[in-house]
């Protein structure tokens, strides 16, 4: 199957500091890339719809001035948690697919805010 | 955001035995599709199912996409130690959408 990377794959920072997390597919061309985030012992939730050159779609309560998200080309989406708090602690999960096919998951960031 | 309905949260069983378990929704989705999660990683794709009534088979896994599109079932037969992890159903109502996740099921296997 295609390959999705993430990088850092994992990152603590300190309160009201800014994190940048990439994802990368590394054999094929990402048309759409989708930023999920998952709390321990729980589901992934949507956060966001990226097109590559255009504006990203958010889901209904994340905040989009928050969570920057580019999708400068079409085998990199960048999300930015800006000016993050320990609430935002989570395990981000990007995936990537070409127009209409499968969706194909990269192994994660796990983001902890001191 | 919406989830699907995953039953059961959490199984504990001995290796040997079979598993089964399911995902129902309040909305008709057009492609089913289960995931296996490993600790610290990103889901990983075991099935799709693109056709009500369909029903695919991955080495010892047998998934099938409900007649109604509201439901989807996965099996694993004979289980074995590295068949622990979570696994979610998704479903997705038009290629190239959003998935909407199930809650998961913990699997944990005895040897």
């Known amino acids: 199957g295609a390959v999705v990377s993430q990088h850092p794959s994992w990152v603590i920072c300190k309160s009201g500091t800014s994190v940048k997390i990439e994802c990368r597919s590394l054999?094929?061309?990402?048309?759409?890339m989708f930023w999920y985030r998952q709390f321990p012992k729980q589901s992934l939730m949507l956060m966001a719809t990226?097109?590559?050159?255009?504006?990203?779609?958010?889901e209904q309560g994340v905040e989009k001035d928050k969570f920057l998200i580019n999708h400068a080309s079409l085998t990199l989406s960048t999300l930015t948690v800006t000016s993050a708090h320990p609430e935002d602690s989570s395990f981000y999960i990007c995936?990537?697919?070409?127009?209409?096919?499968?969706?194909?998951f990269g192994p994660g960031t796990r983001l902890t805010v001191t | 955001g919406q989830q699907l309905n995953q039953s059961p949260q959490s199984m504990f069983i001995q290796e040997g035995e079979d598993v089964s378990m399911n995902c129902t929704s309040s909305s008709i989705f057009n492609t089913w599709l289960w995931y296996k999660q490993d600790p610290g990683e990103g889901p990983v794709l075991l099935i799709a199912l693109y056709k009500a009534g369909e029903l695919t088979s991955n080495g010892r896994l047998t998934a099938q996409f409900g007649i109604t599109r509201k439901d989807s079932f996965l099996n694993i037969s004979a289980s074995i130690p590295s068949d622990v992890g979570i696994y979610f159903c998704?479903?997705?109502?038009?290629?190239?959408?959003?998935?909407?996740f199930g809650g998961g099921t913990r699997l944990m296997v005895k040897p």
């Open positions: 995936s990537a697919s070409w127009r209409d096919y499968e969706q194909y």
């Open positions: 054999d094929f061309q990402a048309t759409t």
């Open positions: 990226s097109n590559e050159g255009s504006k990203a779609t958010y």
């Open positions: 998704a479903g997705q109502r038009n290629a190239g959408n959003m998935l909407t």
